[in-house]
């Protein structure tokens, strides 16, 4: 049967620990959320390349109109002339430089009609995967308030457990206080039980004095710590 003493003790322990228990939950809420939020910024991020993606393709569609107008031009003015010379080697030579100018036109108009086709291709699958990467933004969201409420909860929680383990440290005299902070530091649980002869904290063999301590013919009523981690330990009946 337990004394007393390590009866409050455990009492004190198991508040601890619920303590430590909520500040680790709350201490990753934060690390959880910029995790979402990483991936809320990579979906973003992958919309807006498809995006620069489609508006390259127009851009140079954009560029080709122009030079295909440009083209269209010289062609007009080569033929008007063409017209008015008098000369026949001035009228072939026109003639070549009309041939030449449709010949980069037709060019031009399949070059054209290649950035058609790519830009209804990527504009299609910009449009599915927008919907699909939206989508994903609006769960990671959805999980970011689901994480902030949590946070919220722990804390209110947090606030609970810090009272009722500041309502249990006095039921404890300083010197076990002083001993069990002094481990817990180091090692929690502070206060472990020894099954087996092993220390239910390191699991290594506790030594035959501190086993005759625990079990009351050393040290009645007293605290024993094991001799290879300094946990406080005792005997589980």
């Not at 851009?59 to 440009?70: A, D, H, P, Y």
């Not at 080697?89 to 026109?94: G, S």
């Not at 291709?121 to 999980?143: C, D, M, W």
């Not at 209110?156 to 457990?161: C, F, I, N």
């Amino acid at each position: 049967m337990l004394s007393p003493l390590l009866e409050k003790l455990l009492i004190l322990q198991d508040r601890d620990r619920r303590r430590r228990d909520l500040e680790a939950q709350l201490a990753a809420v934060p690390r959880e959320i910029a995790g979402v939020e990483g991936k809320i910024s990579a979906e973003k991020t992958a919309i807006d390349t498809a995006q620069h993606e489609l508006r390259e393709l127009e851009s140079k569609k954009k560029l080709l109109e122009t030079e295909i107008g440009s083209a269209e031009q010289k062609l007009a003015r080569y033929r008007t002339q063409q017209l008015e010379v008098r000369k026949n080697d001035e009228y072939r030579a026109l003639g070549t430089e009309i041939e030449t100018m449709q010949a980069a036109i037709g060019k031009l108009e399949e070059q054209e009609l290649g950035i058609m086709y790519s830009i209804d291709e990527a504009r299609k699958k910009f449009t599915a995967a927008s919907a699909v990467l939206k989508a994903n933004i609006s769960g990671h969201e959805e999980r970011i308030r689901v994480l902030r409420e949590r946070e919220a909860n722990l804390k209110g929680e947090l606030t609970v457990a810090q009272a009722e383990l500041a309502k249990v440290r006095p039921e404890n005299d300083e010197g076990t206080l002083r001993l069990y902070d002094r481990v817990s530091t180091r090692n929690f649980p502070a206060c472990v039980p020894v099954r087996d002869g092993k220390c239910g904290g390191c699991h290594l063999k506790i030594s035959s004095e501190v086993e005759g301590a625990i079990r009351g013919r050393l040290a009645k009523g007293g605290i024993s710590n094991c001799d290879q981690c300094g946990r406080i330990v005792y005997w589980e009946s």
